[in-house]
């Protein structure tokens, strides 16, 4: 009796690793044998416009380096950043106690020569002196008056002023610190009026013209571009950066003094072309010089002309109707005829830069 129930016991274990077996070998066999997934969109119509990238510096509209004209001690600050200057306001002043020496002495020659001038004058009419003596002192004091001249000159480039109207956006150098000829002391800007200056790689320059928009984007703003177009393109290109550069102003003045500061680092995309429809295919479907179908459940490859190109779309001139399914980012290993199992993905719309 022992030894039946036993050998049932075996029977059914058996029967039970058999069934195990079976469904793992159909599991196994269904996934190696079955078609492979593909994810699939359809093309679509819609815009598409290219853009050249660039990267770009907001910077004043109309604006001046305020340079120090002589050397010496910086004594003086009168204005600070933010301030609203003319031209002609006093920005410095820069101590230069030589020139003003220098003019003190030669105001001190000019009176003694005017006043021995005037004697002279007097003796000539006389008959008690000659001519020759009062035209030499005439000389000595012309010669005098360009010295004074010259010295005034250099006393006044002490004195630094602002060249244009406008807003101070950066003060440099400290009150009591030595400067040389030629030292940034102010930035002066037109406070509303921005332009971006832009670098364009020199492969893409010559699809930059006049007029054409442009947007700006700034990190503390992302996904909001500013608009503007083209107003500038810089003939000299600069040949270590391989680059040239174009200047851009934007639409709304305001807008762009709100979100872009002086300075401001931004990403530039020019649109250089617009196509208003368009068959469009993702750039991820590309495959060389065409596309991969699927079509009654297996894979053809299909040659295409493409068009414009976009960031993320691409447009198909010719080898597409609109209606195919179309493979997203196609393996290596795929062959034409090969069974496969579309995943239909919904397509998203379509915009782009070079």
């Known amino acids: 009796m022992a030894s039946r129930t036993g050998a049932r016991r075996r029977h059914l274990m058996a029967l039970t690793l058999l069934a195990a077996a079976v469904l793992l070998g159909w599991l196994i066999a269904s996934r190696v044998l079955a078609p492979p997934v593909v994810r699939t969109v359809t093309p679509t119509w819609g815009p598409l416009s290219a853009a050249v990238y660039g990267t770009g510096v907001v910077e004043p509209l109309e604006w001046a380096k305020v340079r120090a004209e002589t050397s010496g001690r910086l004594v003086l600050l009168a204005r600070d950043e933010g301030d609203e200057v003319v031209a002609g306001d006093l920005l410095a002043q820069i101590d230069d106690p030589k020139q003003r020496a220098r003019l003190a002495e030669i105001d001190a020659r000019i009176r003694f020569l005017e006043a021995d001038i005037e004697r002279q004058r007097a003796l000539v009419g006389g008959g008690v002196a000659s001519r020759k003596t009062w035209d030499l002192l005439q000389s000595e004091f012309h010669q005098a008056m360009a010295q004074r001249a010259v010295a005034a000159e250099g006393l006044r480039q002490s004195r630094v002023t602002a060249p244009i109207a406008g807003r101070i956006i950066r003060r440099e150098g400290r009150a009591g610190e030595l400067v040389d000829t030629g030292t940034t002391l102010f930035w002066i800007g037109s406070p509303r009026q921005r332009r971006i200056v832009v670098q ?44 040239f550069r174009i200047r851009i102003v934007p639409d709304d003045p305001d807008e762009a003094t709100a979100r872009l500061p002086f300075g401001t680092t931004v990403e530039v995309n020019v649109v250089v072309r617009t196509v208003e429809r368009a068959l469009l295919v993702p750039r991820s479907a590309i495959a060389g010089a065409g596309l991969w179908l699927v079509r009654e459940g297996r894979a053809e490859y299909r040659p295409v002309r493409l068009g414009l190109r976009g960031r993320d779309r691409i447009e198909i001139l010719d080898g597409l109707a609109g209606e195919e399914e179309i493979v997203l980012e196609p393996t290596v290993g795929l062959t034409s005829g090969t069974a496969v199992r579309p995943l239909r993905e919904v397509p998203t719309g379509a915009t782009g830069r070079r």
């Open 200 to 243: 364009i790689d020199e492969e893409y320059f010559p699809q930059v013209e006049l007029g054409q928009r442009a947007f700006a984007t700034a990190d503390a703003y992302p996904g909001a571009p500013i608009p503007g177009r083209v107003v500038e393109r810089t003939p000299l290109g600069d040949s270590d950066q391989r680059a």
